[in-house]
């Protein structure tokens, strides 16, 4: 890597900076390491299983055990049909994610991919925005563990202290999250350790939450009443439209696979296979539960309740067991969430630490673990103490229109990288090429107008600051810039005098 603090040449114009590309191939070569003397390498240890139960890890979270109750009413019982218009909607992006993933191997998934096709400028709004989605997510899930930890204790009469359940403000008395806390130090303690033992906790965590699941929609299916779906939309399409938009959110996640790429043992092969095979796995189940939901209870009851799924089981079996069976599975779906999505988060900072756009401690790879240790104890530290102690409210809902960009940039490479690199070795290609991705674009134009204005004043205020990151860091450090201007002055001096 090039020393960024040594005498730099003059600095180049704005403009010409924001739309530099950075060569593929530069990034393949500078894969792993950040490139001073005592970096170690990441470590090629996730085969295609462990990269298909990270991605499904990250998507199939809280949102199926709550986001039902509040859909239902809006789509009746085509609430089915919902999940799957959402799940085709995500597919569009997740397609080219895959196809991305296979051209361009490395660790920084959207930003990287940005990089390669759009400049400098765009890949650190998508990098910002991936900070933004990763690690405010990560908090926002935690922050949900109090309320399944209570849930648990509550079948042996025990429950949380107020001051140890929420932030400052959420309750009379409340002080810190202490289950949110406690649940991001061991995700980043274990990450530290090693990428390798993360991902078979992370395997063993998903098996149980979808083992939870499936339970649930056997007993539910045992009561099923056809009669449920007499009336299939009592809210009419834009009902089931409106729905659609909402479950959009719960296939937010796949994209954490391909931050893998530099830690994968074939990622060309594997991380098409491992986004692909996850998107059909939680559509599958996230169809199942709702079929089984509704034909268990009429559309109508779910309006005004939550913990629905927790509810049903209650009331059709009536044994504690099965409710602590569940609470525990909530609690299992979120620790293995806030797992895979801190591990995203690190590699995105890690591949951006390595571009000169973040401090390069958050890029230094250790030599005896192979992680990011640094950046992964830096990063882990200041989300736990977000999660304790600041009620996140619409910050969270900002991450919805993060995604959502970084999924459009993803769309938009793959049409540029056919165009300006037709020859280019693929492992996997987006079908039905122009249209998929074009449709994938336009599908997140249409969610991210679709969002509230408030959330966009703060996803406005996000990239003001992020702004002014750039500026005053990003751009004086930047690696490929630097790069080029030395180039350009060294072919200068190489030049003979006239």
Request: charge should be neutral; charged fraction near 10%.
């Amino acid at each position: 890597m090039i020393d960024t603090h040594a005498t730099a040449p003059p600095r180049e114009p704005l403009a010409r900076q924001l739309a530099r590309r950075k060569p593929i191939e530069q990034m393949v070569a500078g894969a792993g390491t950040d490139g001073t003397a005592n970096s170690g390498k990441l470590k090629r240890s996730l085969g295609v299983w462990q990269l298909t139960m990270i991605s499904v890890g990250a998507t199939l979270g809280t949102g199926i055990f709550v986001v039902l109750g509040s859909s239902v009413p809006m789509a009746g019982p085509a609430v089915w049909i919902s999940f799957l218009i959402a799940g085709v909607a995500a597919l569009l992006s997740a397609v080219s994610y895959a196809e991305m993933a296979g051209a361009v191997p490395v660790s920084g998934s959207s930003y990287s991919y940005t990089y390669a096709t759009m400049g400098e400028g765009l890949a650190w709004v998508c990098g910002w925005c991936l900070v933004l989605e990763y690690g405010v997510s990560v908090a926002a899930v935690a922050v949900g563990s109090a309320e399944y930890v209570n849930e648990t204790l509550n079948i042996f009469g025990l429950s949380l202290p107020a001051a140890l359940s929420a932030p400052p403000g959420g309750a009379e008395g409340s002080m810190i999250n202490l289950p949110a806390v406690v649940l991001v130090l061991l995700a980043m303690l274990l990450l530290i350790r090693g990428v390798s033992e993360a991902a078979w906790v992370n395997t063993i965590m998903v098996v149980i939450k979808i083992g939870v699941l499936l339970l649930f929609i056997g007993i539910a299916f045992s009561a099923f009443q056809a009669s449920h779906y007499e009336t299939l939309l009592p809210m009419g399409a834009a009902g089931m439209s409106a729905a659609a938009s909402r479950l959009f959110f719960s296939y937010i996640g796949f994209d954490a696979a391909s931050t893998a790429g530099e830690e994968a043992k074939n990622p060309q092969r594997d991380l098409p296979r491992a986004i692909i095979a996850s998107m059909a796995i939680v559509t599958g189940i996230y169809i199942l539960v709702a079929i089984a939901a509704v034909g268990a209870r009429q559309w109508d009851w779910f309006d005004g309740t939550e913990a629905a799924l927790l509810i049903i089981l209650q009331e059709l079996t009536g044994a504690k067991w099965i409710s602590l069976i569940f609470a525990i599975g909530a609690v299992v779906a979120i620790a293995s969430v806030v797992l895979t999505v801190l591990y995203g988060q690190t590699r995105i900072l890690m591949t951006m630490a390595r571009d000169g756009m973040v401090p390069r401690v958050l890029g230094r790879v250790s030599k005896r673990t192979g992680t990011p240790a640094a950046g992964t104890l830096i990063c882990g530290s200041v989300i736990a103490v977000i999660a304790g102690l600041i009620p996140l409210g619409q910050l969270a809902d900002a991450t919805s229109i993060g995604t959502l960009f970084a999924f459009m940039l993803v769309n938009l490479s793959v049409i540029y990288l056919r165009r300006a690199r037709p020859d280019m070795e693929r492992t996997f290609r987006v079908p039905l090429f122009p249209y998929v991705p074009l449709l994938g674009a336009g599908m997140c134009v249409y969610l991210m107008v679709n969002l509230g204005l408030s959330t966009w004043w703060v996803f406005l205020a996000w990239m003001a600051v992020g702004s002014l990151v750039y500026l005053g860091y990003g751009r004086r450090h930047s690696v490929a810039s630097l790069a080029a201007r030395r180039e350009a002055v060294d072919s200068d001096d190489a030049r003979p005098a006239s």
